[in-house]
Antibody, heavy 120, light 108 residues
Framework: EVQLLESGGALEQPGGSLRLSCTAS????????ITWVRQAPGRGLEWVSS????????YYADSVKGRFTISRGNSANTLYLHMDSLRVEDSAVYYC?????????????WGKGTLVTVAS | EIVMTQSPVTLSVSPGERATLSCRAS??????LAWYQQKPGQAPRVLIY???TRASGIPARFSASGSGTEFTLTISSLQSEDSAVYYC??????????FGQGTKVEIK
């Protein structure tokens, strides 16, 4: 059974940093692309960043480019999102999601999400 | 960036009635479209991919159609457990992957 479990969400001040993690199980993690999607309180879904299985390709939304870094530790079956220069508008539930496919398209598997709150 | 626009914002339907949700893309996405259902406090769940293919375990009352820029999700006989927000998402041309703003389906 594919499972994704996010962690690392917290209350942080504007300008601060956080690192989110997503631990995967139930599939060969290193073979597949995986993605971060976020949802601000009461708002819709927003794609944030995706990474290929081998980590040689990464993509970012313009809203986070230059501030967030996606990475993965394939030996630990873990996806990361390092978030710098946090803004109030980064406050959201952050989900990791994947399809268990080599490429990113739609998302079959989602974690339960981790809440990031940016406020002073 | 491909903009996805959903209508209506809110849909109120009686149990057993049909619910029809629309999604429009700002340019053609061919059939590279997915639909998701999200209930309060839960992660989204994929219902449809490839514009019209039901995902594993999705009840047959959910169907979808469309190609290019116009798409429809239909719930043929609304059940109480179908109360949720529904999102469309294109994956034809990215980054960025883009979602519609959602349609909230309420039980009348």
């Amino acid at each position: 059974e594919v499972q994704l479990l996010e962690s690392g969400g917290a209350l942080e001040q504007p300008g601060g940093s956080l690192r989110l993690s997503c631990t995967a199980s139930g599939f060969t993690f290193s073979h597949y692309a995986i993605t971060w999607v976020r949802q601000a309180p009461g708002r819709g879904l927003e794609w944030v960043s995706s990474i290929s299985g081998s980590a040689d390709t990464t993509y970012y939304a313009d809203s986070v480019k230059g501030r967030f870094t996606i990475s993965r530790g394939n030996s630990a079956n873990t996806l990361y999102l390092h978030m710098d220069s946090l803004r109030v508008e980064d406050s959201a539930v952050y989900y990791c999601a994947c399809r268990v496919a080599a490429y990113t398209d739609y998302f079959v598997y989602w974690g339960k999400g981790t809440l990031v709150t940016v406020a002073s | 960036e491909i903009v996805m626009t959903q209508s209506p914002v809110t849909l109120s339907v009686s149990p057993g009635e049909r619910a029809t949700l629309s999604c429009r893309a700002s340019e053609s996405v061919r059939d590279n479209l997915a639909w998701y259902q999200q209930k309060p406090g839960q992660a989204p769940r994929v219902l449809i991919y490839g514009a019209s293919t039901r995902a594993s375990g999705i009840p047959a009352r959910f169907s979808a159609s469309g190609s290019g820029t116009e798409f429809t999700l239909t719930i043929s006989s609304l059940q109480s457990e179908d109360s949720a927000v529904y999102y469309c998402q294109q994956y034809k041309k990215w980054p960025p992957l883009t979602f519609g703003q959602g349609t909230k389906v309420e039980i009348k």
